[in-house]
């Protein structure tokens, strides 16, 4: 008895001095604005451990290898203190308080911390943990019992009147741990009838979390024999829809051993919840810092180097280098703002080889934070099931596209997918969001329903030309822009926003140094077989991607006149003599792509040359799927050379200030108003 008075008198003092009993009393007001009597009145109390331990360490410990008890001991304080200060009349006894302790952090030790690689299967009390993880799956909100009020039937009995029997939820508890018809008066022994219209109701939802490195199963880019089983998270109330399909979170939580049936199932009681981003490796190596030095007086040197020496266990140097630094800078620009606003950028590859592009394109999936891979026999973007814990619901399990938020969905070879898989991809694209439909009477609910969640990704596909070129019985002709794109309608192509046409630009010269670079590689796996000046890693790659995302980049006003008058021109003569029209996002597009050019020079201004590599990227794929404009340019605008020697990169520099001035001549011509901010000269 001694201790008990002791804690609680801890409990008085650190409420106190951490302001929880001014919390409560502001809390109690808000019941006290209802005329409304119920079984239990719930109170969050914030609590910091280490500040606890601090007040009193016996106190602390309880709090963190206890938490059924520490609640109890602060129900107690709460109770006491509502009472003595006449806080709220409508609370009789200590049950009618329910007290939830919402823990603000643990100890950073092994005891605290839960790996969802290994789960514990100890019995007895289980002590808060923290763990981190990916959601995978959720439910929608659905009801459950906080608290009820049972009266013994046995009119004589004291019981048979006020609030001497409640039954409060804990942590791991059913529902019918909670109400039942099966309770027995604990004065006379008469059974108890609940008193429904005291039933206090709260939210509920379930949350499938698993550990992060699944990621790397899904990127298909290193086999591992390892399996990953999910954990269930039981979120309430407050934290009902805190957190998001393909999101990574840090859970505070008690797991719980609940019984489900004839079996028992080891869950967790979330207690709080935080977003959570593993740190990963960012920064620029020194090989990388060495070119950015030798590169400072060129301005179109840089990320060409970066992307020439790109992918070199895929393919030699010199192929696709168009491909390679679309791929570099839609990994650059996957990211989130400081407003929770995604930035990304879709890119289609158009190519007669698919099988190296494919090798290409999964090369760089590796290099994302988090990178998936979609398997044709998997789900794109969502499924349903029927949830398997009671609740009776549906439980919506995310697709690749989910499971790949802030990071890279790799969809491979669209010619794979039937039409109508097609459409939804396209229809996605577009508005950014995948409708899951679940049908009401299916799944215990009133009415249907639509649920909308947001698409944060980056799209990665291709398509082969080869069986559309010879359907069609013609060549390719990129003068006139009539390439064919395969099986990929222009309305899905437009949606995919950047499109890339991989040609082999030295004819049988590539296919001969494919196959040379295939079979060195199978005979010698690991040697390097280009060696150069500049050779990078892809772990100096993937830090480098890392921290070019984290690049805060501003647009130069020289840089926003050429994106804005090349949209201008464009959509001027385009709309003249092809009937297309240019829309809005295709400026958005413009700027992406510039921004992501920049951040990958390593630099905080996006300056002319950045708005030019993004006109001629954004020219090519317009070309390819409408056909060419005023704006002539050469197919591979960005790459028009080969770059084997310096003589290559000094060419191609020489042909980038061409094309740079071709372009100002265009906005001069086309574009409305544009003498009054581009000079003839």
Known sequence: MADSLSLKESVLIYLDRSGGLQKLAEDCKLFNGTHQIEAVYRFCIGVNPSDVIEVDPVLGQRVLSDPLGATALFQSVCFLAIKTLSLVEKIHTESQVNVILKLTHLPPFPEYTLDLCSFPRSHGPMRPVSMEGLVIATTRVTKYTQGARFLCINDECSCSTGFHHIRVHAPGATESATVRDNFSCRVCGSPLKEDVKFRVLGDKQLVELIHVNALDVLSAHQQSPLRYQSVTLFLRDELCNSMRIGRLYRVLGIPAHVQQWTGITWSVEANSVQPWEPEYPHGVSAGFQALLKATAGFRWRFSAIVAHCFGLDVAPPGLYNTLKLSLLLSLVQNRADAKDTFHNLDLLAVTTDTLVLDRLMTYGLSLACHGVRHQASGEMFASLSRDEHGAGTANIHAGSALLATGGICML?????????????????????????????????????????????????ALTDSTDASRRSGRADCAILGTAEIGPVPVQLADAFGLVIQCRDVVGEQALLAQTRHTLQQAVQPGKALYPSRWEFSPQEYQELVAHAQSVQAELSSGAEKIIHGYYMASRRVRTQSQGVKMSVTSVKLLISLAEAHCKLCLRTQILEEDAVIAVLLCENSVTLKHGVSALVIPPDAVFPCDLGDVDGFHKRDKTLDELHQNILRFIYAYAPGAAAYITEE
Do not use: M, N
């Open 412 to 460: 491979g070879d669209l010619g794979c997918y039937k039409k109508e898989r097609l459409d939804a991809i396209q229809s996605v694209l577009e508005s950014c969001t995948v409708s899951v439909f679940i049908p009401g009477k299916k799944y215990g609910e009133d009415g249907d329903q639509q649920l909308c969640f947001p698409v944060h990704c980056s799209f990665w």
